[in-house]
């Protein structure tokens, strides 16, 4: 490498980065991340390249668009850090002080003495998936605390020719809807506001060449590990040139360093690729590597859970008959949902009181877990650890325990409100009730829920905001290390927490409390662009969904649940005779392929039929396929087409199978 303080490189899988500073103490600017480049680049032809004209109507010195935008240097793309020190030093200047690379990291140190300021840049390269993750850290060196507004936890500049740009929306019931439009001059700012990750927008986009598609054209992903409130900037200014910018949205006044102290804003993880499939490819592989516990490398058991089944009803030989129908099927886990706890008849009351409710369960939950363990099942419980009803012995004891802006009221959302996750007893308690049923009946399994945007999140006086999911991980990461073994499942009323935050502590997804099968198609399709399949619950429900009143069929039900964890939400007892043979028949097929399904490789095909829907799952050897084809409407033509397996070996002769009625026939 030629003068290598000027040029630093980066290589895995097909991947390559390269920075590059004009000088010792200039910012680097990131010149490339994507395919791999040849090993002769020097450091004179880059100079020539990034040597940049002098604007009109603008400041009388070009600026390098650098890893830090920052103010001082006029540039028309928002800084990567506004903060004060009460309301002065508004502005810095940020120089290098220091690039260190040691094998797949580079880090960036830059200084500001006279601003009292110190900003260290983390840029790591995944040697097998090739995804780049940034960590950015600010330290107040100076003599007065520092608030910050906003810090991007990574500012990447982009091609200028980059033209479009997909990201995922979506309401309750309906997450992960892709959503994509045209990059135009100025900024697009997507922002997210409601204290977790929100069923409205996930932290995640897309962004790439026009017309870009599963297979192809130049596209970057960009996600951010946060389970909180989220920005995000596209932003192209006046001279071509593009950048985009993620981090966490604050409220007014809630982040102030004091002197000495550090903040590290969330990890950005990117992608690059040709089309859709393989950046979705490297973010599973990524996530898969580093991410998710180690117990999702295992063979994901068939769930069954009781709350479409039978909501607020425990009768105990309701609850007994529904895990001996179930086993019936196949099923290996039961789930029981919400209403064990005291005065738990409805949602209007008992959040908080995380004790077995004696009026329902006189001898509490033991015959319950005796009678799963005896059928050979694992047994899970429901909480919702960070909300509480008013209408509780914990709220009635410590009303000061919730989050709050005083004087004014907060209002409620499902008759609940938030506890605050910053407070060291909230999490004792918390810690010490789970810990005591998890402990006592050899709890499996949790499924955490989380049923509430956050509004007013302060401690009476300051924001809260961004304390909400640090104290949230806090508190899963000290039940994991105190029982090893504990799977926990990440639920917000459906999909609204589902980030990589999150998923560093929960091993599995609850993408939509929509299981109507034809709302399911798309939900999944958005959550696989970057996330893997294994770790997303997909449930059976009634032929009847309960969210849409849909009717449809067994196998649609059941084809698309194949595409995730297996399991069922529908009340097992009542099921026909041939509703429990095709059921069970599919149970078998998931049960035969999932060895193979959490280290797969997903793809999505093209289709020019926007109401047909068609995926796959290819085994990491290539012997072995699952693919799914789902019309969600008539379509509009007397017949669906062809559709082309993508990923598979083609000097292999593979046997094609019908899952639904076992036709089998040959093809190359």
Same mark, same amino acid.
């Given at each position: 490498?030629v003068e290598q303080?000027?040029?630093?490189r980066?290589?895995?899988?097909?991947?390559?980065l390269?920075?590059?500073?004009g000088s010792?103490s200039?910012?680097?600017?990131?010149?490339w991340?994507?395919?791999?480049?040849?090993?002769?680049i020097s450091v004179?032809?880059?100079?020539?390249?990034t040597d940049?004209?002098?604007?009109?109507?603008?400041?009388d010195?070009?600026?390098?668009?650098?890893?830090?935008?920052q103010?001082?240097h006029?540039i028309? @793309?928002?800084?990567?850090?506004?903060g004060?020190?009460a309301?002065?030093?508004?502005a810095?200047?940020?120089?290098?002080?220091?690039?260190e690379?040691?094998?797949?990291?580079?880090?960036?140190?830059?200084?500001d003495?006279?601003?009292g300021?110190h900003?260290e840049?983390?840029?790591s390269?995944?040697?097998?998936s090739?995804?780049?993750?940034?960590e950015?850290?600010?330290r107040?060196?100076?003599?007065t605390?520092?608030s910050?507004?906003?810090?991007?936890s990574? /500012?990447l500049?982009?091609?200028?020719h980059?033209a479009e740009?997909?990201?995922l929306t979506?309401?309750?019931?309906?997450?992960?809807?892709r959503q994509?439009?045209?990059?135009t001059d100025g900024?697009?700012l997507?922002?997210n506001?409601?204290g977790?990750?929100s069923?409205e927008?996930y932290p995640g986009?897309v962004?790439?060449t026009?017309?870009?598609d599963?297979?192809?054209?130049?596209?970057?992903?960009?996600q951010?590990?946060?389970?909180?409130?989220h920005?995000?900037?596209?932003?192209?200014?006046?001279?071509?040139?593009?950048?985009?910018?993620c981090?966490?949205?604050?409220d007014p006044?809630?982040?102030?360093?004091a002197?000495?102290?550090?903040?590290?804003?969330?990890t950005?993880?990117?992608?690059a690729?040709?089309?859709?499939?393989?950046?979705?490819?490297?973010?599973?592989?990524?996530?898969r590597q580093?991410?998710?516990?180690?117990?999702?490398?295992?063979?994901?058991?068939?769930?069954t859970?009781s709350?479409?089944?039978?909501?607020f009803?425990h009768?105990?030989?309701?609850?007994?008959a529904?895990?001996?129908a179930?086993k019936t099927l196949?099923a290996?886990?039961?789930?029981?949902?919400d209403?064990w706890?005291?005065?738990?008849?409805?949602?209007?009351?008992?959040?908080?009181?995380?004790?077995?409710?004696?009026?329902?369960?006189p001898d509490?939950l033991?015959p319950?877990?005796?009678?799963t363990?005896?059928?050979? $099942?694992?047994?899970?419980?429901?909480?919702e650890?960070?909300?509480?009803n008013?209408?509780?012995?914990l709220f &009635?004891q410590?009303p000061?325990?919730?989050l709050k802006?005083?004087?004014?009221?907060t209002?409620l959302a499902r008759?609940q409100?938030v506890?605050?996750?910053?407070?060291p007893?909230?999490?004792?308690?918390?810690f010490?009730?789970?810990?005591?049923?998890?402990?006592e009946?050899?709890i499996?399994?949790?499924k955490?829920?989380?049923?509430r945007d @956050?509004?007013l999140?302060?401690?009476g006086?300051?924001?809260?905001l961004h304390?909400?999911?640090?104290?949230s991980y806090?508190? $899963?990461? &000290?039940?994991n290390?105190?029982?090893?073994d504990?799977?926990?499942?990440?639920?917000?009323s459906g999909?609204a927490?589902?980030?990589?935050?999150?998923?560093k502590?929960?091993?599995?997804?609850?993408t939509?409390?929509?299981?109507? /099968?034809?709302?399911?198609v798309q939900?999944?399709?958005?959550?696989?662009?970057f996330?893997?399949p294994e770790i $997303?619950?997909?449930?059976?429900?009634?032929?009847?969904a309960?969210?849409?009143?849909?009717?449809?069929?067994?196998?649609?039900?059941?084809?698309?649940?194949?595409?995730?964890?297996?399991?069922?939400?529908?009340?097992a007892?009542?099921?026909?005779?041939?509703?429990?043979?095709? @059921?069970?028949?599919?149970?078998?097929?998931?049960?035969?392929?999932?060895?193979?399904?959490?280290e797969?490789?997903?793809?999505r095909?093209?289709?020019n039929?926007?109401?047909?829907?068609?995926?796959?799952?290819?085994?990491?050897d290539?012997?072995?396929?699952?693919w799914f084809?789902?019309a969600?409407?008539?379509l509009?033509?007397?017949?669906?087409?062809?559709?082309h397996?993508l990923?598979?070996?083609?000097?292999c &002769?593979?046997?094609?199978?019908?899952a639904?009625n076992?036709?089998?026939?040959?093809s190359?």
């Amino acid at each position: 490498m030629v003068e290598q303080s000027r040029l630093w490189r980066l290589d895995a899988q097909d991947t390559t980065l390269l920075l590059f500073a004009g000088s010792e103490s200039d910012i680097p600017q990131l010149l490339w991340f994507g395919h791999s480049l040849s090993d002769d680049i020097s450091v004179e032809a880059v100079g020539a390249i990034t040597d940049l004209p002098v604007p009109m109507a603008k400041l009388d010195a070009s600026v390098p668009q650098d890893l830090f935008p920052q103010a001082c240097h006029g540039i028309d @793309l928002t800084p990567a850090l506004r903060g004060h020190r009460a309301a002065s030093a508004f502005a810095h200047q940020l120089k290098t002080q220091r690039i260190e690379q040691q094998q797949a990291h580079i880090t960036i140190e830059l200084i500001d003495a006279s601003a009292g300021l110190h900003i260290e840049l983390k840029l790591s390269l995944h040697a097998q998936s090739g995804v780049l993750s940034v960590e950015t850290t600010l330290r107040n060196t100076g003599n007065t605390p520092y608030s910050i507004e906003w810090m991007a936890s990574a /500012a990447l500049p982009l091609p200028q020719h980059y033209a479009e740009c997909l990201y995922l929306t979506g309401r309750w019931g309906l997450e992960f809807q892709r959503q994509r439009q045209p990059i135009t001059d100025g900024k697009l700012l997507l922002e997210n506001t409601r204290g977790r990750t929100s069923h409205e927008l996930y932290p995640g986009i897309v962004v790439g060449t026009s017309g870009f598609d599963e297979q192809q054209g130049h596209v970057i992903a960009a996600q951010l590990a946060w389970s909180g409130s989220h920005r995000t900037i596209v932003e192209r200014a006046s001279d071509g040139r593009l950048a985009l910018q993620c981090g966490i949205a604050l409220d007014p006044g809630e982040l102030t360093v004091a002197e000495g102290e550090s903040f590290t804003a969330p990890t950005l993880h990117i992608a690059a690729g040709c089309g859709l499939n393989q950046i979705s490819q490297a973010m599973h592989k990524y996530a898969r590597q580093e991410v998710l516990p180690a117990w999702t490398r295992k063979e994901r058991p068939i769930h069954t859970n009781s709350w479409e089944a039978l909501y607020f009803d425990h009768d105990l030989e309701k609850l007994k008959a529904l895990i001996d129908a179930a086993k019936t099927l196949g099923a290996e886990r039961f789930v029981l949902d919400d209403g064990w706890f005291p005065a738990r008849r409805s949602d209007n009351a008992g959040l908080g009181d995380w004790w077995v409710d004696k009026s329902v369960y006189p001898d509490g939950l033991q015959p319950l877990v005796d009678h799963t363990r005896n059928a050979g $099942m694992q047994f899970g419980l429901w909480f919702e650890p960070e909300m509480v009803n008013p209408d509780s012995e914990l709220f &009635r004891q410590h009303p000061e325990w919730v989050l709050k802006l005083d004087p004014i009221e907060t209002p409620l959302a499902r008759n609940q409100l938030v506890l605050n996750m910053d407070n060291p007893q909230v999490v004792d308690y918390l810690f010490e009730k789970m810990a005591s049923l998890i402990n006592e009946f050899n709890i499996d399994y949790i499924k955490w829920d989380f049923n509430r945007d @956050l509004v007013l999140a302060g401690n009476g006086s300051q924001s809260r905001l961004h304390k909400q999911p640090t104290g949230s991980y806090a508190l $899963m990461a &000290r039940l994991n290390s105190r029982f090893p073994d504990l799977e926990i499942e990440s639920c917000s009323s459906g999909g609204a927490r589902a980030d990589w935050g999150v998923l560093k502590h929960t091993g599995r997804v609850w993408t939509s409390d929509s299981i109507d /099968a034809v709302d399911r198609v798309q939900i999944q399709k958005g959550y696989s662009l970057f996330n893997p399949p294994e770790i $997303m619950g997909a449930h059976v429900g009634h032929e009847e969904a309960h969210l849409t009143g849909r009717s449809i069929n067994i196998h649609t039900r059941a084809i698309v649940a194949l595409q995730g964890q297996l399991g069922f939400e529908v009340d097992a007892r009542h099921l026909t005779d041939d509703e429990s043979k095709q @059921l069970a028949h599919y149970v078998a097929l998931y049960k035969k392929h999932r060895q193979w399904i959490a280290e797969s490789t997903s793809w999505r095909l093209n289709s020019n039929q926007s109401n047909l829907t068609a995926s796959g799952l290819v085994s990491s050897d290539l012997k072995s396929s699952l693919w799914f084809v789902v019309a969600t409407d008539s379509l509009p033509g007397t017949a669906a087409g062809k559709l082309h397996p993508l990923g598979l070996d083609p000097e292999c &002769r593979y046997q094609v199978r019908l899952a639904s009625n076992n036709l089998e026939y040959f093809s190359h």
